[in-house]
């Protein structure tokens, strides 16, 4: 299971810390990963990193002002979220995955889990 939480209504160029707490699969042996999906778009990937050997990936919007970060001893993943913007404004959902895939973040549907997410409303 994948559980999120942390979002919430914020100003733009204010800040979140979004948590992703993970149970019922060996954590330390999976990629993680933060996807979004907007009103009206698709889902994209913002944030992906691999436990196995702590790569990272960043969407390019989101490039120099989001940071994911993953701590082992609680199972937790997180998404620091700094000067949003209304552009931001999505149901953030975390995902996981086992195996080694060819691209982190690249498509939804390539992970093995994925949780209900928490809505992210950045006001301008």
């Known amino acids: 299971q994948l559980q999120a939480s942390g979002g919430g209504l914020v100003q733009a160029g204010g800040y979140l810390r979004l948590s992703c707490v993970a149970s019922?699969?060996?954590?330390?042996?999976?990629?993680l990963g933060w996807f979004r999906q907007g009103p009206g778009k698709e889902v994209e990937g913002v944030s992906c990193?691999?436990?196995?050997?702590?790569?990272?990936v960043y969407a390019d919007s989101v490039k120099g002002r989001f940071t994911i970060s993953s701590d082992h001893a609680k199972n937790t993943v997180y998404l620091q979220m700094n000067s949003l913007k209304p552009d931001d404004t999505a149901n953030y959902f975390c995902?996981?995955?086992?195996?080694?895939?060819?691209?982190?973040?690249?498509?939804?549907?390539?992970?093995?889990?994925w949780g209900q997410g928490t809505l992210v409303t950045v006001s301008s």
């Open positions: 995902a996981a995955v086992g195996r080694v895939i060819a691209a982190m973040c690249r498509d939804i549907y390539e992970y093995d889990y």
């Open positions: 990193i691999s436990n196995r050997d702590g790569r990272t």
């Open positions: 019922g699969f060996s954590f330390e042996d999976y990629g």
